[in-house]
């Protein structure tokens, strides 16, 4: 039953909760519960770190994630922030002279979108840079627009 606070059936009764008095109950359970089994869950993993990620809402495409990470060796919290997801899958295909065309991604936009992009953000918080898409090859065919956030060919260059 360790950890079994952490489940959806939890939410489901915060938002079941009909009053103040009722919301208390549950904060107060879920306090003492993480206090209680957050430790064991520790202790279980092995971990130098344990890092959380909460979802705000019914997905993390469309509402924040709240982080946090603890230094286990020190019981120290390290880092809590919120985040945004605001990825998006590109779809490309790269000529290669001699090879069979590929084909295009659909440009559906899966999770993964979503999960990286808010790994970015709080590896940029971190301290890592966050993700160039410059290129070191000059390439006179695209223009990239930093400020749309798009790459789009040249009109000159619409056969490419």
């Known amino acids: 039953s360790k950890g079994s606070f952490l489940e959806k059936d939890w939410l489901q009764?915060?938002?079941?909760?009909?009053?103040?008095?009722?919301?208390?109950?549950v904060a107060e359970e879920l306090r003492q519960r993480s206090q209680r089994d957050?430790?064991?869950?520790a202790d279980a993993s092995q971990a130098d770190w344990f890092f959380l990620v909460l979802e705000r809402g019914d997905?993390?495409?469309d509402a924040p994630v709240d982080t946090y990470l603890w230094d286990l060796r020190?019981?120290?919290l390290l880092m809590s922030t919120r985040a945004k997801a605001s990825g998006g899958l590109v779809s490309a295909r790269i000529n290669v002279a001699g090879s069979k065309p590929g084909h295009y991604g659909s440009g559906a936009q899966t999770g993964a979108a979503q999960d990286c992009s808010i790994a970015s953000q709080i590896r940029t918080l971190a301290g890592e840079l966050p993700p160039n898409f410059a290129s070191a090859t000059p390439?006179?065919?695209a223009v990239?627009?930093?400020?749309?956030?798009?790459?789009s060919a040249r009109s000159s260059d619409?056969?490419?």
């Open 13 to 25: 009764r915060a938002h079941e909760a009909d009053s103040v008095l009722k919301l208390r109950v």
């Open 38 to 41: 957050l430790p064991f869950a």
């Open 59 to 61: 997905n993390r495409r």
């Open 74 to 76: 020190s019981n120290k």
């Open 139 to 141: 390439t006179p065919n």
């Open 144 to 151: 990239f627009a930093p400020d749309a956030g798009t790459l």
């Open 158 to 160: 619409a056969g490419l």
